[in-house]
């Protein structure tokens, strides 16, 4: 299906601009390089843009920037989140929080999917949570606190309304997909975060290998914003969001491939459990 393709495509993409992210946070403040990012893929909207161009849509660019408020605010948080606790407690948190919110939000608003996709969708929320537990570093104490569990919550609410506001907004987009709702979400999301610049005005800016890894992130994960608003033109939020919050596998891949981390064999199980997803969804 269609519409398991995109998704599926868009969580790839997002994964690989997550862990770009995460490379570009390692050396520099979590609000900058959000900023930096952002405003770097600007130029390449307007190529999607101008490629795809569709009559202007209010109501649908309205939630689109909402949307983009969210995705921002989740992507502060969840930098923050890190900061905090290790990644094995904050990542399975954040991920599954904002997979399945989007599913409770679609099968509420009457979405009915038949069985055995949503045997798929049950098998995405756990492949998310299981890749997502990665092993601590060596020497690494993992303390979980209520602050830290609540910041990673937090930032899954942010993800999953992220999820949410874009399929409204393409389901109010005068019947075509539209790039005006991502215009919108990138657009809300660069004010937001400028306004929170101004007000904090924090050190560590992107610089060197940071910034180059930032200037890799935005674009991919603005890419992966119009893949998704895409596939929920084509499928049901209860069915794309899931699958589209399999990002942390192409996380784990690259991670394995590029940083040589050690991978659990939860995490491998997880992997198969993504696979079966797919296989599921798309049937």
Do not use: H
């Not at 952002?38 to 909207?45: F, I, N």
């Not at 649908?60 to 606790?85: K, P, T």
């Not at 991670?255 to 997880?270: H, K, N, P, T, W």
Request: charged share 10%; aromatic share 8%; hydrophobic share 60%.
């Amino acid at each position: 299906m269609l519409f398991a393709a995109l998704a599926g495509l868009s969580g790839l993409v997002w994964g690989v601009g997550d862990f770009a992210g995460g490379k570009a946070a390692q050396g520099a403040a979590a609000l900058p390089v959000a900023w930096l990012s952002k405003l770097v893929s600007l130029p390449l909207l307007g190529i999607y843009l101008a490629a795809t161009y569709q009559p202007f849509a209010a109501t649908a660019v309205g939630w689109g920037g909402l949307a983009g408020c969210f995705g921002v605010l989740g992507m502060i948080l969840f930098y923050r989140a890190l900061a905090q606790g290790a990644m094995t407690v904050v990542a399975p948190v954040t991920a599954v929080t904002s997979a399945a919110i989007p599913v409770v939000v679609g099968l509420i608003s009457g979405e009915r999917p038949p069985p055995l996709r949503l045997a798929g969708v049950v098998c995405a929320l756990a492949a998310i949570a299981l890749v997502s537990l990665a092993p601590p570093r060596p020497g690494e104490r993992v303390i979980v606190t209520g602050r830290l569990v609540g910041t990673a919550v937090l930032s899954g609410v942010g993800f999953a309304l992220f999820f949410v506001f874009v399929a409204q907004a393409g389901d109010l987009a005068n019947g075509e997909p539209g790039l005006w709702p991502i215009a919108a979400s990138q657009l809300g999301a660069l004010l937001l975060s400028s306004l929170l610049l101004v007000s904090t005005r924090p050190t560590g800016w992107p610089r060197g290998v940071s910034l180059r890894w930032t200037f890799l992130a935005g674009p991919l994960d603005m890419t992966a914003n119009v893949l998704y608003l895409l596939a929920t033109r084509q499928g049901e939020l209860s069915l794309v969001a899931p699958l589209a919050a399999l990002y942390p596998v192409t996380t784990v891949v690259l991670a394995m491939i590029i940083d040589r981390e050690r991978v659990r064999s939860l995490q491998i199980a997880g992997l198969v459990l993504a696979l079966a997803a797919l296989l599921l969804v798309a049937t």
